[in-house]
T-cell receptor, first 112, second 115 residues
Framework: DQQVKQNSPSLSVQEGRISILNCDYT??????FLWYKKYPAEGPTFLIS?????DKNEDGRFTVFLNKSAKHLSLHIVPSQPGDSAVYFC???????????FGSGTRLLVRP | DAGVIQSPRHEVTEMGQEVTLRCKPI?????LFWYRQTMMRGLELLIY????????DSGMPEDRFSAKMPNASFSTLKIQPSEPRDSAVYFC?????????????FGQGTRLTVV
């Protein structure tokens, strides 16, 4: 049972445009959600998070939106830069257990 | 802080051999996680520890897999005997239990190839 799903394995956008990465979840017990970025041959690094009691969190070029009724979250990157090319994982977390459940990832390519 | 340290970075072994992956979490962190990354399933949680105690090992695929955390600064993930389908990148991550909405910090991973 995949509790966190990223249905788009890849995404390609032009530099300067908006990148939108999507994530769906099934577990309504998640207290927060996170996005991680992963470059080849490196471990995932934390990018941005959002509490389940909020619907938006912004940090510079990165904004995460949460729609609890639809059990859907998205990461917006604007403007996109070639250095943003990486695999992006979304994850759900529970404060009671501290474990993070990850999706399968979306590979983003930002074309110069 | 050096971050989460994993060793080795790469491991190539023959089917049937024992493999041991090692992890040193960030000092002061009290939760440790082992994940496996594959193309099909992304990042799978194998097992996690709180204060050196295994809390949830439901993600461990088979009895061939075992993990230990003898102290707060060291953990191992062992596969015995190894099989080609175990080939993947294995990540260790740590976090501090006690804060809300806590992110985990990952090591650089161990790429395991079983031939």
């Amino acid at each position: 049972d995949q509790q966190v799903k990223q249905n788009s394995p890849s995404l390609s956008v032009q530099e300067g445009r908006i990148s939108i990465l999507n994530c769906d979840y099934t577990n309504s017990m998640f207290d927060y959600f996170l996005w991680y970025k992963k470059y080849p041959a490196e471990g995932p690094t934390f990018l941005i998070s959002i509490s389940s009691i909020k619907d938006k969190n912004e940090d510079g070029r990165f904004t995460v939106f949460l729609n609890k009724s639809a059990k859907h979250l998205s990461l917006h990157i604007v403007p996109s830069q070639p250095g943003d090319s990486a695999v992006y994982f979304c994850a759900g977390g529970m404060d009671s257990s501290y474990k993070l459940i990850f999706g399968s990832g979306t590979r983003l390519l930002v074309r110069p | 802080d050096a971050g989460v340290i994993q060793s080795p970075r790469h491991e190539v072994t023959e089917m049937g051999q024992e493999v041991t992956l090692r992890c040193k979490p960030i000092s002061g962190h009290n939760s440790l996680f082992w994940y496996r990354q594959t193309m099909m399933r992304g990042l799978e949680l194998l097992i996690y520890f709180n204060n050196n105690v295994p809390i949830d090992d439901s993600g461990m695929p088979e009895d061939r897999f075992s993990a230990k955390m003898p102290n707060a600064s060291f953990s191992t993930l062992k596969i015995q005997p190894s099989e080609p389908r175990d080939s993947a990148v294995y990540f260790c991550a740590s976090s501090f239990m006690g804060a809300l909405n806590t992110e985990a910090f990952f090591g650089q991973g161990t790429r395991l190839t079983v031939v």
